[in-house]
């Protein structure tokens, strides 16, 4: 396509496309903060899992009472002794395990910061009723760097975002690439995001220094994940997968994953999106992996293997929907075809003169007249 006919197409841009472009960024300064301050914002314990030992006789009485004043907020089970009550922590299965014989609060700092704290204020109130002094036991502490127990985040955020942005790329700017081709630069991209997102938080800032190859393989999986899920949308959606991607991965998907605000403090709705988002597998992959030896992760990698599964659905699906892998390709083609029906055009002229066909009008041939004294 020549110059002009560039310069002439941006001309006739029409309004009302150009405004709808606009509302791409009115969409991120609108959804963006309003997702993760609806989130974030003010956390508050929902049905938050906690027990109580049944080492004296009035601990069943005190479950039932904790339970009643605190409704929809938390939900109260009895455990046998101090070793369930710790097993329960340790597994997060319970926020927190109360032990009404000698005050003792079982927790997991390591399993959300801002959950420990609401729990430990729960059972402050419960000791006093009992005339207990609550004696607070961390079991999973958090590392001295990653004070907060979420130093994660990061690195899960970046292998979604790195996962999404690298299949829209890949879409827009490698048009004529052969989907297998894609694949491969998707598959080696994760073994590079996995291996370079682990090793600054690893090796450059020193914030874990345990489970490397485990936080490695997690990342590598989430950015392969979002990458091939937004190429299948791509393939269905056209530009709108933009929208689509940006919201699943980034809007939605970190305020979901329950590692700034766990889920146990999330709204409702999060909390249904953390078990549901791909986001959300990587949030509790990396917590049990970092934390918590690896337990209880098998539903978490179900969730994130059903959802590469879904993103090579989605591929597949694109690909019967537009039969034409290579677009380049269907270009020589379309070219082939006009030039057989217009031989006197040459090649490569079929877009110029759909765009402007004054542009490319053919003139009548020009003839100079016989010079005198010529034969």
Known sequence: MSMPSLAGA??????????????????????????????????????????????????????????????????????ADSAAAKTAVTDLEARAAYDPSNGSLYVASAGGAQATSAAQSIFEEVAQKTDQTLHVKD???????????????????????AGYVTATMLTSLARGVRLPVKLAVQVLMSVVAGVLTAGVCFGFYGVYDHHLVGAALIGGSLFLTASVVQLGFAGLLGQASTLVGISLFVILGVPASGVAATPDMLPGFFRVLHRLLPSGAGGELLRRVLYFDAHGIGTWVLLLVTWLLVGAGLVWLGTLRSPSADPATSVVTEEREHLRAHPEGGMFTAYDEAEDPTEHAPQAPRHRAPEEGLA
């Open 139 to 161: 079991l999973r502490g958090t590392t001295a760097a990653d004070s907060t127990g979420t130093g994660f985040m990061y690195m899960l955020t970046a292998c979604l975002v």
């Open 10 to 79: 941006a001309r006739r841009a029409p309004l009302p496309m150009i405004l709808m472009a606009m509302l791409f960024p009115v969409f991120m300064a609108f959804a963006y903060p309003g997702s993760y301050l609806s989130a974030m914002l003010e956390p508050a314990p929902d049905h938050m899992q906690l027990a109580v030992v049944e080492s004296t006789k009035d601990a069943p009485q005190i479950a039932q009472q904790l339970q009643a004043e605190g409704g929809d907020a938390v939900d109260v089970t009895t455990v």
